[in-house]
């Protein structure tokens, strides 16, 4: 059982900053690669940052040097930092996992594991 559980989400006035955080419980092992998408309503589901295991980042064109995506992995806990906020970036923001679980001595992978969204609502 993987429960990924998003906040930090909220209203802003363009050019304002939130910060969102993902927190993953269970019998967690390990967290592999994670990650933020967002959806506006009428629109598909888009990648905004996904995280590896190690760190490294890859991020959406339209967010690069705005947003800065990070993990704690003593927390179980992914980040993502926005700022220089726009209204285009209003939508609901999902976090993603791929995460190994443990039970006794046996490890399991739970691969594509989704939050239930937070949202964000940035002004013009």
């Known amino acids: 059982q993987v429960q990924l559980v998003e906040s930090g989400g909220g209203l802003v006035q363009a050019g304002g900053s939130l910060r969102l955080a993902c927190t993953a419980s269970?019998?967690?092992?390990?967290?592999?690669?994670m990650g933020w998408f967002r959806q506006a309503p009428g629109k598909q589901r888009e990648l905004v940052v996904t995280?590896?295991?190690?760190?490294?980042?890859n991020y959406l064109d339209s967010v690069k040097g705005r947003f800065t995506g990070s993990r704690d992995n003593a927390k179980n806990t992914l980040y993502l930092q926005m700022n220089s906020l726009k209204p285009e970036d209003t939508a609901t923001y999902y976090c993603?996992?791929?995460?190994?679980?443990?039970?006794?001595?046996?490890?399991?992978?739970?691969?594509?594991?989704w939050g239930q969204g937070t949202q964000v609502t940035v002004s013009s």
């Open positions: 993603h996992a791929d995460v190994t679980l443990y039970r006794g001595m046996n490890h399991y992978d739970s691969l594509d594991n």
């Open positions: 269970g019998n967690i092992f390990s967290i592999n690669d």
């Open positions: 995280i590896s295991e190690a760190g490294s980042t």
